[in-house]
């Protein structure tokens, strides 16, 4: 099942800040999130574990709300280099391998 | 640098002529995942590799196959490209120990174009 990410799309001025949403309706070991540039291939930003802290890279941070199953991506004073396309996946721990279902992704556009 | 490297990076095929993707990793991790990602969607994991034991998702197609000969290198092997299979596919690696799944890395993706 498909993690659901809202918004779709978000357009914000350069300084300003936004949340990006990821929910699931299953059950999570953990949550993944990613920024792709177009063209370019995912970038890796943070894992959110079950039971883990608040995690931060740079003036992006995310949490995990376990019993919501759903994680939320703050971009805080958003920067020119943020624009992308950011994707949570979704890690349910079955098989212990790590596969990543992909939520379907929501395009920022930050302009100066 | 340690890194995850896809090759060819643009892939032009006919309707109905094998083609063969490679996906090769200097990390030495346990775990290498294709996926396959058309225009303004996610990436749809097509199958993995956990060490040598294969996991095909249920949705891919039988047209799609894959090898892993060895730790550092996997395959992409689709034996009937029909136009519905142009996309970009993604090729990544993480190192999964218990139920800890990984950082997944990606390479740069090799974009399949089918005439």
């Known amino acids: 099942q498909q993690p659901v990410q809202s918004p779709q799309a978000v357009i914000l001025r350069e300084g300003e800040d936004a949340v990006i949403n990821c929910s699931s309706s299953?059950?999570?070991?953990?949550v993944h999130w990613y920024r792709q540039k177009h063209g370019e291939a995912p970038v890796f930003l943070m894992i959110l574990l079950k039971g883990g802290e608040q995690m931060r890279h740079e003036k992006i941070s995310a949490s995990f709300n376990e019993k919501k199953q759903q994680s939320s991506l703050y971009l805080t004073a958003s920067q020119l280099s943020y624009s992308g396309t950011y994707f949570c996946g979704a890690d349910s721990g079955s098989g212990n391998t790590g596969k990543l279902i992909f939520g379907q992704g929501t395009t920022l556009q930050v302009k100066p | 640098d340690a890194m995850v490297i896809q090759n060819p990076r643009y892939q032009v095929t006919q309707f109905g002529k094998p083609v063969t993707l490679s996906c090769s990793q200097t990390l030495n991790h346990n775990v290498m995942y294709w996926y396959q990602q058309k225009s303004s969607q996610a990436p749809k994991l097509l199958f993995h590799?956990?060490?040598?034991?294969?996991?095909n998702e249920a949705d891919t197609p039988d047209n799609f196959q894959s090898r892993r000969p060895n730790t550092s290198f996997c395959f992409l092997d689709i034996r009937s490209p029909g136009l519905g299979d142009a996309a970009m596919y993604l090729c990544?690696?993480?190192?999964?120990?218990?139920?800890?799944?990984?950082?997944?890395?990606f390479g740069p993706g090799t974009r399949l174009t089918v005439l």
């Open positions: 299953k059950a999570l070991y953990s």
């Open positions: 590799y956990y060490d040598k034991d294969f996991n």
């Open positions: 990544a690696t993480s190192r999964a120990s218990g139920r800890a799944g990984g950082t997944q890395y």
